[in-house]
C-alpha cells in the first residue's frame, strides 16, 4: 500500500502572496531528497501514464536506466509547471501546461521483480534465436531466469519498442 511522504507544489512557495525564491529552492531540495530515497532502492524505474496535448491523450511507458528525479526531469519530464508526490514506492508527477496535464508514475523496479513469463515478453523470435546461439546451460524454452536477466540486460531488450 502506498503511503505519502513528501509532496511539492510551487504555490507551496507563496509567503504572505509573495513568490519566495529561497523557500522554493528549499521544498525542491527536501522532494528530490526524499524522491531520491525511493528511486534508488531498486536499479531501474518504470515511467507510465499520458501526456495531455491539444488533440487529446497519449499514454506513455518507457524504462529508464537512470534513477535521479532530477536528471529524469531535466531528460524526460519538459516540465511548465510540476506537482511532485513521493510515495514509499513510487513518485507521481504531474506536469501541468497550456494544453492539459501530464501525469507520470515513477515506480523503481529491478529485472530480478519480474516473473520468467515477463522477461520473456521481452524477446521477439530474432532474439529467441540469439539467445539459444549463446552458451547458457538451457534453451530459450527451459531457460533459467538468472540467464533471461543476463541477456536482457547484455543486450538491452528493454530499449526495444519504447
Given at each position: 500500500?502506498?503511503?505519502?511522504?513528501?509532496?511539492?507544489?510551487?504555490?507551496?512557495a507563496?509567503?504572505?502572496?509573495?513568490y519566495?525564491?529561497?523557500?522554493?529552492?528549499?521544498?525542491?531540495?527536501?522532494?528530490?531528497?526524499?524522491?531520491?530515497?525511493?528511486?534508488?532502492?531498486?536499479?531501474?524505474?518504470?515511467?507510465?501514464?499520458?501526456?495531455?496535448?491539444?488533440?487529446?491523450?497519449?499514454?506513455?511507458?518507457?524504462?529508464?536506466?537512470?534513477?535521479?528525479?532530477?536528471?529524469?526531469?531535466?531528460?524526460?519530464?519538459n516540465?511548465?509547471?510540476?506537482?511532485?508526490?513521493?510515495?514509499?514506492?513510487?513518485?507521481?508527477?504531474?506536469?501541468?501546461?497550456?494544453?492539459?496535464?501530464?501525469?507520470?508514475?515513477?515506480?523503481?523496479?529491478?529485472?530480478?521483480?519480474?516473473?520468467?513469463?515477463e522477461?520473456?515478453?521481452?524477446?521477439?523470435?530474432?532474439?529467441?534465436?540469439?539467445?539459444?546461439?549463446?552458451?547458457?546451460?538451457?534453451?530459450?524454452?527451459h531457460?533459467?531466469?538468472?540467464?533471461?536477466?543476463?541477456?536482457?540486460?547484455?543486450?538491452?531488450?528493454?530499449?526495444?519498442?519504447?
Open positions: 500500500m502506498s503511503k505519502l511522504i513528501n509532496k511539492y507544489d510551487q504555490d507551496d507563496y509567503i504572505n502572496g509573495e519566495d525564491e529561497i523557500e522554493n529552492a528549499a521544498l525542491w531540495e527536501d522532494i528530490i531528497y526524499d524522491a531520491n530515497k525511493v528511486l534508488n532502492k531498486k536499479q531501474f524505474v518504470q515511467l507510465e501514464g499520458s501526456m495531455g496535448l491539444w488533440n487529446g491523450s497519449v499514454d506513455v511507458f518507457q524504462i529508464i536506466e537512470e534513477n535521479n528525479l532530477q536528471y529524469i526531469i531535466n531528460n524526460y519530464i516540465p511548465d509547471r510540476l506537482e511532485v508526490e513521493v510515495y514509499n514506492d513510487k513518485v507521481i508527477l504531474r506536469n501541468i501546461h497550456h494544453d492539459d496535464i501530464n501525469y507520470y508514475e515513477l515506480i523503481p523496479f529491478d529485472f530480478n521483480d519480474f516473473t520468467i513469463r522477461l520473456k515478453e521481452f524477446f521477439d523470435e530474432y532474439d529467441i534465436e540469439d539467445f539459444n546461439k549463446e552458451d547458457y546451460k538451457y534453451s530459450f524454452s531457460a533459467l531466469k538468472e540467464d533471461l536477466i543476463d541477456f536482457v540486460l547484455y543486450h538491452e531488450l528493454y530499449k526495444k519498442n519504447q
